[in-house]
């Protein structure tokens, strides 16, 4: 039932993907409650999995507990066996660590990530083959969040050190990679271009559009939703540059369309991410000089947020 709702999930079924999930949790808290020296590693694994599949569907607060009671158990078995539990530990203080910062508790989240990045590097250092991948997803997390919290000069070092690591795994195996690079492409754009490297900021920002438009046609539900952050990322890295901006205005749009089509499906997922897509539509109206075209947008967002609507 985990795998199951693992494969539904990267499918963008995560509706779907999240009552097996829940099944298993259940049935492995009551082996782990008979037996935890023989479940509990099981159960870690499958809270681990309902933090993520319950953060999908847009239920942050609900995706906390899971996340850190996984923690909470992989730190006491890494403790008792650090060879076979580290990994499975540094996994869990990832994904605890975006928990926290998608529920904006930004300085708590740091922590974790850092923890989990210097686990991943002795890791890779000793099996590279086995661990380099976990060691870029760990950089990439840990990039964000330092830019998160205002570091942004020290997230640059971690986001570029994860696309060199991805690059090569892309090119050695595409299909397994290639998502994980334009993510790490995505990221690299967006911090190039808050220290002020607005330039070099555009190239690895056109590489994540361009994979990830490839991905989203072969497979839209899975990644409809990474092309339209990868749009809206250029569209802010134009914004940011002062430049291109009919090319932004064009990706933005193309945003904007995507994100309202899933807003209607997954509201409570989307909804925040389709009024960033809007502010960013508004400052690119004023780049073109259509500026009463972007006061109204923002007067329309304005209303609807000082209403109590959802954004969008």
Do not use: H, K
Not at 110 to 139: F, H, K, N, T, W
Not at 203 to 224: C, T
Not at 251 to 276: D, G, K, S
Request: net charge negative.
């Amino acid at each position: 039932m985990n795998a199951l709702g693992i494969r539904l999930s990267r499918l963008g079924r995560r509706e779907e993907a999240l009552p097996p999930v829940e099944e298993a949790a259940g049935i492995y808290r009551r082996l782990a409650e008979a037996s935890p020296a023989a479940y509990l590693p099981d159960l870690a694994a499958s809270l681990n999995n309902l933090g993520n599949r319950l953060a999908e569907v847009g239920r942050r607060e609900e995706a906390l507990a899971p996340s850190e009671e996984a923690v909470a158990i992989r730190r006491r078995l890494a403790e008792a066996s650090p060879a076979a539990y580290l990994p499975d530990l540094a996994a869990s203080l990832n994904n605890l660590g975006i928990r926290l910062s998608r529920l904006g508790r930004r300085e708590e989240a740091l922590p974790p990530v850092e923890e989990a990045a210097g686990i991943y590097r002795r890791l890779a250092e000793a099996s590279p083959a086995a661990y380099l991948p976990d060691l870029a997803a760990s950089l990439n997390n840990l990039g964000i969040r330092l830019a998160e919290v205002g570091r942004r000069e020290e997230a640059l070092a971690p986001s570029e050190e994860a696309v060199a690591i991805r690059r090569r795994l892309a090119e050695a195996n595409p299909a397994a990679y290639l998502p994980d690079l334009a993510a790490s492409l995505n990221n690299l754009g967006i911090r190039l271009a808050e220290v002020g490297r607005r330039e070099e900021a555009l190239a690895p920002s056109e590489e994540a559009v361009a994979i990830r438009r490839r991905l989203a046609e072969a497979n839209p539900a899975a990644y409809l939703p990474d092309l339209a952050t990868s749009l809206l990322a250029y569209g802010w890295v134009c914004v940011n540059m002062q430049a291109n901006f009919a090319e932004a205005l064009e990706a933005v749009t193309e945003a904007v369309n995507i994100y309202e089509r899933l807003t209607e499906q997954l509201p409570a997922v989307f909804a925040e991410r389709l009024f960033a897509a809007y502010q960013i539509l508004a400052d690119v109206l004023d780049g073109l000089g259509r500026t009463d075209e972007a006061a109204e947008l923002r007067r329309q967002l304005d209303e609807a947020t000082g209403d109590g609507t959802d954004p969008g």
